[in-house]
Nanobody, 122 residues
């Protein structure tokens, strides 16, 4: 019902910035929350932040507070992740996800994008 496509990843030097996009299509009106995650090679998937699509409440993981910002464009049905002051340890595949209300309340998401690679060089 919902398709998510991430874009905007690439190679950036430490201290630089990138803005990732997550284009959503399908029945996006039924989604309650969308979030950003990342996964580095050999590591567990890490939660970065999420936005509740009803009132726009945003929460971030402590590891990225002050550096990463989530925003959305309702007209374009696109979620963004603005990443500033990037560090080599930010290197990972970044994913966006969307979930119905009941799914999110269980701590899960229903739909995932394919991911976009972010590489931060030192």
């Amino acid at each position: 019902q919902v398709q998510l496509v991430e874009s905007g990843g690439g190679l950036v030097q430490a201290g630089g910035s990138l803005r990732l996009s997550c284009a959503a299509s399908g029945r996006t009106f039924s989604m309650y929350a969308m979030g950003w995650f990342r996964q580095a090679p050999g590591k567990e998937r890490e939660f970065l932040g999420r936005i509740l699509l009803t009132g726009g409440s945003i929460d971030y993981a402590d590891s990225v507070k002050g550096r990463f910002t989530i925003s959305r464009d309702n007209v374009k049905n696109t979620l963004y992740l603005q990443m500033n002051s990037l560090k080599p340890e930010d290197t990972a595949v970044y994913y966006c996800a969307a979930g119905y209300r009941n799914t999110w309340l269980r701590g899960e998401y229903d739909f995932w994008g394919q991911g976009t690679q972010v590489t931060v060089s030192s």
